[in-house]
């Protein structure tokens, strides 16, 4: 048969277990403003009854533990698409960046372009005439500056991209460190049955914050994680974090190494992936159609140049200085050969007032000297490219941010905290406090009343 | 789909003509329209919602087409300066508001078209699952011939 004693017991088993889940309210209104926190649930039992033959009475209730409310399929497409968000990010930058070099309207190489092509016109009407001799190798020099100052700026815009995917690797390191603090204080919690929810949330704070950095796949292992790269590269295991490195190629840029081997090429997402794609693939292709159309016009002029004579009658000498072998870096270095304006080979005869040569180079302007093309078409073709890759980056960033704004509010539902609910709830754990408070207080009654019978 | 949406002028047949100015609110107005439709179409392709896609798509092509008629029936036919915002005299603020405006649409397109290629990707998913194991993934052997029962691929498309 029960006693008061153990009818005691069990109003103190919900006493201690409603203060437990009005612990529980108080901290999910506490952390209702902090970013990736998780709601947390009393997980409320009953304890295990006792048997007196033939009756068999109920001990109270126990918290059996606190649980931390989360979608784990949720979580992974929202790390998925932070990736996504952190690679354009880099990308859209580095493009829109880019495109200004393009889209100026003073100092651009397009402009450039007409402007030199103008110049000659009007020499072709005074071929003899020095200043107009003179217009011509300013604009040619506005030209060539125009190709040096575009081409010098993406090379500055790689190495900033550059020195950006060293810092970016520094922060992945110091995330993957302190997920791996993490793992061994959370291994450690839920082996001995704690709960360890707010270190969860710590740790899942982390990855999202390494996703947008770089391509994580999230591997869930015996009360820990593992962490990788994409392509299978190990950046936590357990209690230990795998650091990334970096080491500069011949050429200069960094390169990124995990325990001596380069991953570079596998990186594709995240930050980092965003500023090697950058690096690597938009602003080379842009400086090689550079380097293309400075070769092309260059060697074009210089052939025409040579077909020419110049007022003292002499063939013609180049009027830029030969571009590089295969192009490579002919932006950057293209220049003006000449500096005396007589040297321009305007006659085509060899007689002072012919402008048969000079009608010939301007003549260039509507021939397909670069690749087929024009040279205004071909550079069109560049700006173009620059803009639509810009735009198309800057439409795909808007969409992720867009489905990624739809994932956290979906999470915020599952995972955030709810003031309306949280006071709801705790006015029922105060009211089942108050009642089991209520029932001590009647079998203090009781026992007082028992004690009396005794002393009577 | 929207995404293609293109803002030159149609061959439309001869059409009455109308004052720049009222040409300018018209196609304000429509553009706003255009922008409040592509706001609903993004809702409706994030919650994968096929109808709201569907009325939205329907939607839009039935604006681009009032303002591909609208643009086709200004004084002197094709107006460059409508669409460019410049050398359009009086109505310059106007116009530039208004070429603002159609960046803006143009922006709104390109997005619907990455947010319906997700959601393209998304469905063809879930065919794959409604499928199960035992559907035929291989391609039809010739893109006329109709998809056969169990094959979720469309025609053109190949694993």
């Keep these: ?456 | 789909m929207t995404s293609n949406l293109a803002l030159g002028s149609p061959n439309v047949p001869s059409p009455p003509v109308f004052a720049r100015a009222h040409v300018l609110q018209a196609s304000a107005a429509l553009l706003a329209e255009l922008k409040a439709s592509f706001g609903d179409s993004q809702r409706a392709l994030l919650r994968l919602d096929l109808a709201g896609i569907e009325h939205g798509t329907r939607d839009q092509w039935r604006l681009q087409r009032a303002l591909q008629i609208l643009w086709g029936v200004t004084e002197g036919g094709q107006d460059e300066g409508l669409r460019s915002g410049v050398d359009i005299g009086p109505d310059r603020a106007d116009a530039a508001a208004l070429r603002a405006a159609v960046l803006e649409v143009l922006q709104l397109g390109r997005v619907q078209a990455v947010l319906l290629a997700r959601a393209q990707r998304s469905l063809r998913m879930i065919s794959h699952r409604v499928a199960g194991p035992h559907a035929n993934y291989q391609a039809p052997a010739s893109p006329a011939s109709a998809t056969p029962a169990g094959n979720c691929m469309g025609p053109q498309e190949t694993i």
Excluded: C, H, W
Excluded at chain 1, 22 to 35: C, D, E, I, M, S
Excluded at chain 1, 277 to 294: E, G, K, Y
């Design chain 1, 1 to 456: 048969m029960s006693s008061l004693n153990a009818s005691l017991a069990t109003a103190l088993s919900g006493l201690t277990a409603e203060q437990g889940a009005l612990q529980t309210t108080t901290n999910n209104v506490a952390n209702v403003n902090t970013p990736g926190y998780s709601r947390q649930v009393p997980v409320l039992v009953s304890s295990d009854p006792l048997v007196l033959d033939p009756l068999t009475f109920g001990t109270g209730v126990t918290l059996q533990s606190i649980e931390s409310i989360r979608d784990p399929i949720l979580e992974a497409r929202i790390q998925q698409e932070t990736q996504t968000q952190g690679q354009l990010g880099a990308l859209v930058s580095a493009l829109s960046q880019a495109q200004v070099g393009f889209t100026s309207t003073n100092g651009d190489i397009g402009t450039a372009i007409s402007n030199f092509f103008d110049s000659l016109n009007q020499l072709s009407t005074s071929p003899a005439d020095l200043s107009l001799r003179q217009g011509v190798l300013t604009s040619a020099g506005n030209l060539a500056s125009a190709f040096n100052v575009t081409a010098d700026n993406l090379t500055t815009q790689r190495g900033d991209i550059d020195r950006n995917v060293q810092q970016t690797v520094s922060q992945i390191n110091q995330l993957t460190q302190q997920i791996a603090q993490l793992n061994l204080q959370i291994s450690n919690l839920e082996g001995v049955g704690e709960s360890a929810g707010s270190f969860i949330d710590q740790r899942t704070e982390l990855i999202d914050q390494l996703s947008s950095l770089v391509d994580v796949n999230v591997i869930p292992t015996d009360n820990t994680l593992t962490l990788t790269t994409a392509n299978g590269t190990a950046l936590v295991s357990g209690s230990q974090s795998f650091q990334l490195s970096t080491q500069p190629d011949p050429t200069g840029l960094q390169r990124i190494y995990a325990q001596g081997k380069d991953i570079t090429s596998g990186i594709v997402s995240g930050q980092l992936g965003g500023e090697l794609q950058a690096r690597d693939q938009q602003i080379p292709a842009l400086q090689s159609q550079l380097d293309t159309l400075a070769a092309g016009l260059a060697n074009s002029f210089n052939t025409a140049q040579a077909g020419g004579f110049d007022l003292n009658g002499n063939a013609g000498t180049p009027l830029f200085n030969p571009p590089p072998a295969g192009g490579t870096g002919a932006a950057s270095s293209l220049a003006v050969a000449i500096t005396d304006p007589a040297l321009l080979a305007a006659s085509s005869d060899g007689t002072v007032g012919s402008n048969g040569n000079v009608e010939a180079m301007y003549a260039l302007r509507n021939q397909g000297i670069i690749q087929g093309q024009t040279p205004t078409v071909y550079y069109s073709g560049i700006v173009f490219n620059v803009g639509t890759a810009s735009a198309n980056a800057n439409a795909e960033q808007n969409a992720s941010s867009l489905v990624l704004q739809q994932l956290n509010d979906q999470r915020a539902s599952i995972s955030g905290v709810s003031l309306d609910q949280e006071a709801a709830n705790l006015v029922q754990f105060q009211q089942a406090y108050a009642a089991s408070a209520q029932v001590v207080s009647t079998i203090n009654s009781m026992m007082q009343t028992v004690i009396n019978m005794k002393t009577s």
